[in-house]
């Protein structure tokens, strides 16, 4: 199982906004410098790290510029990015400035056209997150939840090409509650591309339970606020992912 450490940055700061404020104004700011912060995950083990631009997901501009292309110069394991990606031109721009894949999220609803052209154009390198409330999905800011399931909305982006899907039930996201290991396995039961869990573990119990879905398809985890406050060690936690 591979494990993503998740760095969000806000104003050029590493930070971290739960489902309790969908207002980026009050996000938790836990570390001023996101490239150091990538590379201690680099080096504690880590072979990929998901970066988010959180200002970016909120205003559907990339606003982070600077501290993402200091984390890709500091680094050199891959990296995929979230946040702001909502034209073939901003998708481009981050793969050529050495992402190495993208995470759409409201535009895999909001632009069926341009998730499939960009999959075609760059196969391999396009995911898509799903964010889910009793199982459906919930837009950025997790106070519009909408009539689509997560399930319907996984076959159609898994039709389009995408290289992986990001599930994330925001019920546990970032609130460190208990993972919907049932949610999560009939999500990777359905369907042929690989599965990202994210959100909810905050225990080694938590992640050996998500590793025994991983021939399910579940292929990885990003972990995030239990890595910050020391409830999961890196190095306990991938020791568990590769045993």
Known sequence: MILYPSIHIKDGAVARLTRSSSDSRQAEMLFPNPAERARIFEQDGFQWLHVVDLDGAFSAT???????????????????????????EAIETWLNRGIDRVVLTSAAIENPVLLRDSCARFPGRILVKIDSVGGYVVRTG???????????LALRVEDSGVAGIIYADINSDGALSEVDMEA????????????????????????????ACAPAGVEGLILGRALYNGSIKAKDALALAAA
């Open 62 to 88: 990339a606003t982070n510029a600077a501290a993402i292309d200091a984390i890709r110069s500091s680094i050199k394991i891959p990296m995929q990015l979230s946040g702001g990606l909502h034209s073939m």
């Open 184 to 211: 999560i396995m009939d999500l990777a039961f359905a369907l042929t591309v690989p599965v990202i869990a994210s959100g909810g573990v905050h225990s080694l119990h938590d992640l050996a339970e998500l590793k």
């Open 142 to 152: 997790w106070s519009n939840t909408t009539s689509l399931k997560a399930l319907d």
